[in-house]
């Protein structure tokens, strides 16, 4: 049990374009789902934290009419981003919390921008 | 007061010794703290979590110390395999604070030789 899903895998797209992610929990239900990016040989960055039916509360310094996210169900989250550009190109994580603390991570979306 | 201080960066182990890695954090408000293990061009997943109430978690190969008075945890594997070669990262939480964020390690790139 536990499955996090993230689609696309992989994605280029073309600078000044945007692109869509999806996580999805695919065998339980998650009130709370999570952004993160990470860079290569880096940990994981939080980006925002997105709650099912309400506004997605981002951490400091991220941009949040770049990366737009929307929780609309129990298993579905989104991210997308905006108008991208070269620097936007990085590996991006969602994860699913799953009762008071475990979270359970998806297998990540390889953005490159062109 | 929000780090958590993983070590070491990286780690060389021989086939069928034990592996080692440490963390220690400060905010005493932590209570939660899962290692998870990743590899490359994947999602982390989760390997193990420990709750400040016991001393340790044992689960197959994979053991979690926690020492609450030092606040210190650490994890071992025993017995590792090349198979576990990949990096891991230690994490720390607080139950319901600022939605349960994880606060990542900067992780640990073990190497298990043959």
Same mark, same amino acid.
């Not at chain 1, 895998?9 to 789902?33: P, Y």
């Not at chain 1, 990016?37 to 940990?43: A, G, M, Y």
């Not at chain 2, 590792?80 to 600022?98: E, L, V």
């Given at each position: 049990?536990?499955?996090?899903?993230?689609?696309?895998?992989?994605?280029?797209?073309?600078?000044?374009?945007?692109?869509?992610?999806?996580?999805? &929990? %695919?065998?339980?239900? /998650? !009130?709370?789902?999570?952004?993160?990016?990470?860079?290569?040989? $880096? &940990? %994981?960055?939080?980006? /925002? !934290?997105?709650?099912?039916?309400?506004?997605?509360?981002?951490? $400091?310094?991220?941009?949040?009419?770049?990366?737009?996210?929307?929780?609309?169900?129990?298993?579905?989250?989104?991210?997308?981003?905006?108008?991208?550009?070269?620097?936007?190109?990085?590996?991006?994580?969602?994860?699913?919390?799953?009762?008071?603390?475990?979270?359970?991570?998806?297998?990540?979306?390889?953005?490159?921008?062109? | 007061?929000?780090?958590?201080?993983?070590?070491?960066?990286?780690?060389?182990?021989?086939?069928?010794?034990?592996?080692?890695?440490?963390?220690?954090?400060?905010?005493?408000?932590?209570?939660?703290?899962?290692?998870?293990?990743?590899?490359?061009?994947?999602?982390?997943?989760?390997?193990?979590?420990?709750?400040?109430?016991?001393?340790?978690?044992?689960?197959?190969?994979?053991?979690?110390?926690?020492?609450?008075?030092?606040?210190?945890?650490?994890?071992?594997?025993?017995?590792?395999?090349?198979?576990?070669?990949?990096?891991?990262?230690?994490?720390?939480?607080?139950?319901?604070?600022?939605?349960?964020?994880?606060?990542?390690?900067?992780?640990?790139?073990?190497?298990?030789?043959?």
């Amino acid at each position: 049990g536990a499955v996090v899903s993230q689609h696309p895998s992989r994605v280029i797209c073309k600078s000044g374009t945007s692109v869509k992610i999806e996580c999805r &929990s %695919l065998d339980f239900q /998650a !009130t709370t789902m999570f952004w993160y990016r990470q860079f290569p040989k $880096q &940990s %994981l960055m939080l980006m /925002a !934290t997105s709650n099912e039916g309400s506004k997605a509360t981002y951490e $400091q310094g991220v941009e949040k009419d770049k990366f737009l996210i929307n929780h609309a169900s129990l298993t579905l989250s989104t991210l997308t981003v905006t108008s991208a550009h070269p620097e936007d190109s990085s590996f991006y994580i969602c994860s699913a919390r799953r009762g008071g603390y475990e979270q359970y991570f998806g297998p990540g979306t390889r953005l490159t921008v062109t | 007061q929000q780090q958590v201080k993983q070590s070491p960066q990286s780690l060389i182990v021989q086939k069928g010794g034990i592996s080692i890695i440490n963390c220690a954090y400060e905010n005493t408000a932590f209570d939660y703290f899962p290692w998870y293990q990743q590899f490359p061009g994947k999602g982390p997943a989760l390997l193990i979590a420990i709750r400040p109430d016991v001393s340790e978690k044992k689960e197959g190969r994979f053991t979690i110390s926690f020492n609450k008075s030092a606040k210190q945890f650490s994890l071992h594997i025993m017995d590792s395999q090349p198979g576990d070669s990949a990096t891991y990262f230690c994490a720390a939480s607080i139950y319901g604070g600022s939605q349960g964020n994880l606060i990542f390690g900067k992780g640990t790139k073990l190497s298990v030789k043959p």
